[in-house]
Structures are given as structure tokens and as C-alpha cells.
């Protein structure tokens, strides 16, 4: 039995997946809109640094897919959301198109992919130091948890040179992802857990004592959440280390 087991998101955590978050959305947001475009089109084509700066602002407030083409809605209507409950409640009023965008988006994606392989994937690099960490990770306390499909972080991480079990990646879909650690730790697997992510909402949901959360102070946050400490920070420094310890038979 390893002592922790580790479980680490993937976007904001692992990959900076935003450039490519964009571009997706911003194809379906044109598709939607009835206006022709398609791949070759979006990757060629320098979108306005305003709104691509607004965009990357926003991006803390992401829970899924579909959330990307919210905030492409809210841009093109000039609605200011400076808080997570701010998009939740336009969010809210977007149930419907949230359901149907989602779909679109993973669409868009598979086009994005299908057209040029290789540059969709240069769009969503491993963050800086993380590929050391993941290495280490991967010989034996790691788990990757995301609500991304298994396959994108599969090959993802494949072309960036990082062999990762399969077993390892879980796709969280709609659920808590504390939920999910719990019921890994009640096999009996570990005693305890670290959880690292970016979305703090993640962090704060109800969960078991065993399970330690912890924000990445890299990732996709706001400097409030930092400045509140209702999650500790981690940085990828004492990630190192708590990987480290975890990867310990008892």
C-alpha cells in the first residue's frame, strides 16, 4: 500500500490547455452564429488580442466544455463577470445553450484535430517543470482525474513525450471529483490523498477527511482565492516533494 495517493487535474494543472480552448470555442462560437469556418480558417486566422486577454481573464470561472462558448456568449454581449457567481447565474439563464454548446464543442474539437494534428497538440503544452513531475508521479502514487476524455490526455501527453497508464486517467464526467478519490481510497489502494487543482469549486465540495485539496498556484486562478486561503496553495516545488513521500510502500 502507497502511503498518498496523488491525484492531479489536467487543464490548469498538468497542460495549459487555453490556447486551444480558445481557438475550439472560438470556431463553434462562429458555427453557431450561422457564419462559414472551418479548420484551416481557425488556425490561421490572428483572433484580437482584446478579446483573447478578456477571455484568459475569465477562465478560472471553467468548469467544463460547454462553459468555453459561455464565456464566448457573454463576450459578445458585454457582460461583466467578475465572480464565479456572477457566470454561474448567466449560466443559469444559458441551460439550454450550455447542453447544445458542449456538443459543439467537442465537435469542433475533433475537426480542429483531424485537420492538423500535430499543431493542435503544440497548442496544449505541458506547463513548465511539469513533465519532471509526471515522470515521478507515474511510478506508482499518481492519478490524473479530469472532466477532459481519457484519449485527449492519452495523446496529449504522448506527443509530449510522457508515458502514462491508462488505468491511471479517470474521466470525472459530471461528478465530484472527491467522490471519486473516496471510492478509490475504500479499496484500500491508500490511507490518504492529495488532490490538486485549479478550480477551486472542486476543492471546496464536501469531501472525506482522508483527502487533502490543494490549489495550483500555477494554474488558471485568481489572486483572491490565493489571498482568501480557503484552499491551501501548492507549488510545483512542495508538489515535487509531497509526490515524492507519496510514492512510498507502508
Given at each position: 500500500m502507497l502511503s498518498s495517493l496523488i491525484f492531479l487535474d489536467f487543464d490548469g494543472v498538468i497542460c495549459d490547455s487555453l490556447p486551444e480552448c480558445y481557438l475550439t470555442s472560438r470556431l463553434a462560437w462562429?458555427?453557431?452564429?450561422?457564419?462559414?469556418?472551418d479548420p484551416a480558417e481557425a488556425y490561421n486566422t490572428v483572433p484580437d488580442a482584446n478579446h483573447a486577454k478578456a477571455f484568459r481573464l475569465l477562465r478560472p470561472f471553467i468548469r467544463d466544455g460547454g462553459d468555453y462558448l459561455l464565456l464566448q456568449h457573454a463576450l459578445s454581449q458585454g457582460k461583466t463577470l467578475s465572480s464565479q457567481e456572477d457566470f454561474d447565474q448567466f449560466a443559469e439563464t444559458q441551460k439550454a445553450f450550455h447542453k447544445a454548446s458542449l456538443t459543439l464543442f467537442q465537435e469542433c474539437r475533433a475537426e480542429l484535430l483531424d485537420y492538423d494534428r500535430s499543431r493542435w497538440f503544440d497548442l496544449n503544452p505541458l506547463f513548465d517543470g511539469i513533465p519532471s513531475l509526471l515522470r515521478l508521479a507515474a511510478r506508482g502514487a499518481g492519478f490524473i482525474l479530469s472532466t477532459k476524455p481519457e484519449h485527449f490526455i492519452r495523446e496529449i501527453l504522448h506527443h509530449h513525450g510522457i508515458t502514462w497508464r491508462a488505468d491511471?486517467?479517470?474521466?470525472?464526467?459530471?461528478?465530484?471529483?472527491v467522490d471519486i478519490i473516496t471510492e478509490l481510497l475504500e479499496k484500500g489502494e491508500s490511507t490518504g490523498a492529495y488532490f490538486v487543482d485549479d478550480q477551486i469549486d472542486h476543492l471546496l465540495y464536501p469531501h472525506d477527511e482522508?483527502?487533502?485539496c490543494l490549489l495550483a498556484s500555477w494554474?488558471?486562478?485568481?489572486p483572491q482565492w490565493l489571498e482568501e486561503k480557503s484552499v491551501p496553495a501548492v507549488s510545483l516545488s512542495q508538489l515535487e516533494m509531497l509526490i515524492t513521500k507519496a510514492d512510498k510502500s507502508v
Open positions: 462562429e458555427k453557431l452564429n450561422g457564419r462559414a469556418c491511471r486517467i479517470i474521466c470525472s464526467g459530471k461528478r465530484p471529483k482522508r483527502i487533502t494554474g488558471y486562478i485568481l
